[in-house]
């Protein structure tokens, strides 16, 4: 991964939103929640104030409009904050 995240954030994979259909009806991906769910592939270094707990690895939960958006080699990631993660899943 060429993507190095600076001071407190974080570079996060979503976790694939499942499709869903019910009685023959595919919901397109547009009309899909937001998967609350990734895992952590990079990490910045931290500040002074705040140190990184996280880890790349790490299984996390986030609020719904958290991070921002971004495309790199076709795949979509979030980038955000430490203090945007809500929970590690383990």
Do not use: H
Not at 30 to 36: M, N, Q, R
Not at 44 to 72: C, F, N, P, R
């Amino acid at each position: 991964m060429n993507i190095k995240p600076l001071g407190d954030r974080v570079l996060v994979e979503p976790t694939a939103a499942e499709e869903t259909t019910m009685s023959g009806i595919i919901i397109p991906a547009s009309a899909k929640e937001k998967p609350l769910e990734g895992t952590i592939l990079a990490v910045g270094q931290g500040t002074k104030d705040e140190e990184m707990v996280l880890k790349a690895g790490d299984v996390v939960l986030y609020g719904k409009y958290s991070g921002t958006e971004i495309e790199y080699e076709g795949k979509k990631y979030l980038i955000m904050r430490q203090g945007d993660v809500l929970a590690v899943v383990e």
